[in-house]
């Protein structure tokens, strides 16, 4: 029997590598493509295990056209891809205050590209991961619709809402099946060193002070990582342009992801408290009946059990994870 064959943009990022050994053990074939496999611990752990489950990984940056080109080439030869993934891309509202030309090189030119690998291998769908930056900052009770309107306050936000408007259009102009999803708040097993969750627990671990901006009254969505591979898989069965959030619906403020982390970690965070960035919103919260329609999709993993599994992992991988902090 032949296995379904799916390609992931990012496939050694903190949702391209869960995705990715999701999508192996669903028994199906996935050729990664990403930028770098060892510039930090954290991506040679993702690496070393994504060799052993049998993925495939293309090096290359998806801002280079010729690269980019080049990978279709291969993947023609192949044939018969069952969907894309497009995760790759810059992502951190402060680090694109400080180089937004790279953020929009990378997230529009390289959605650009990647869009036209699409096209070009005739995969059946396109999944492209954009973020809840996208509607700014939001008031408290209220819970952000994919209709709303939207109002991006950093490049890193701009450059991903451009980048959803460049998947409609080629949508809509060669009749792709594409879904863009608006991730909230993203963590889990393996996550990104330089979001919150994983510096807390870390730094705590390790008896080293967390910087919190602001007094931690802001609310995030925060959704684990499980449940939104769940609903990026099940949004590539979708026809034509759809827009879909991927949120919790529940949002925490952050003081208490910190005391529960102190709590499983039974040890005292020491916090250092900043002013808030003006660029940093201070609610995110998704309204999903969008994606209960399209996809049945709701998630599973609420805040405390979704930390416990984060910080066993943390845990049990700790020696290898040394250069984090």
């Not at 040679?44 to 801002?63: H, P, Q």
Request: charged share 25%; aromatic share 10%; glycine share 6%.
């Amino acid at each position: 029997m032949n296995k379904s064959i799916y390609v992931i943009t990012g496939s050694l990022g903190f949702v391209g590598f869960n995705l990715s050994k999701s999508l192996i053990k669903r028994g199906h074939r996935v050729i990664g493509i990403d930028i770098d496999k060892n510039s930090d611990s954290l991506r040679k752990l993702r690496y070393k295990e994504s060799v052993k489950i049998g993925i495939e990984t293309f090096k290359a940056d998806i801002s280079d056209k010729y690269q980019v080109e080049s990978i279709a080439k291969e993947l023609n030869k192949i044939g018969n891809v069952e969907s894309i993934f497009h995760l790759a891309g810059l992502a951190g509202v402060r680090k694109s205050i400080e180089n937004p030309d790279k953020y929009y090189n990378v997230n529009l030119r390289g959605t650009f590209n990647i869009l036209q690998l699409h096209k070009s291998i005739k995969a059946k769908s396109l999944v492209f991961s954009s973020t809840s930056s996208v509607y700014g900052d939001i008031s408290k009770g209220y819970f952000s619709k994919e209709s709303d309107s939207l109002n991006p306050i950093s490049p890193y936000a701009s450059s991903k809402l451009n980048a959803e408007k460049i998947c409609e259009l080629f949508s809509n102009l060669y009749r792709l099946n594409i879904c863009v999803l608006r991730y909230f708040t993203v963590y889990g097993v393996a996550g990104r060193p330089d979001m919150s969750i994983l510096k807390f627990i870390n730094l705590i671990y390790k008896d080293k002070p967390i910087t919190i901006y602001g007094d931690g009254s802001q609310e995030r969505d925060f959704t684990y990582v499980s449940d939104v591979c769940r609903g990026t898989y099940d949004s590539s069965k979708l026809k034509g342009f759809n827009l879909i959030n991927l949120g919790k619906s529940n949002p925490d403020k952050l003081i208490t992801a910190v005391r529960i982390i102190e709590n499983k970690l039974e040890k005292k965070a020491k916090i250092i408290f900043k002013p808030q960035n003006q660029m940093d919103v201070n609610r995110t919260s998704a309204d999903i009946s969008n994606s209960k329609k399209l996809i049945n999709w709701d998630p599973l993993e609420g805040l405390e059990s979704g930390l416990d599994k984060t910080i066993n992992w943390y845990k049990e991988n700790v020696k290898s994870l040394e250069k984090l902090s």
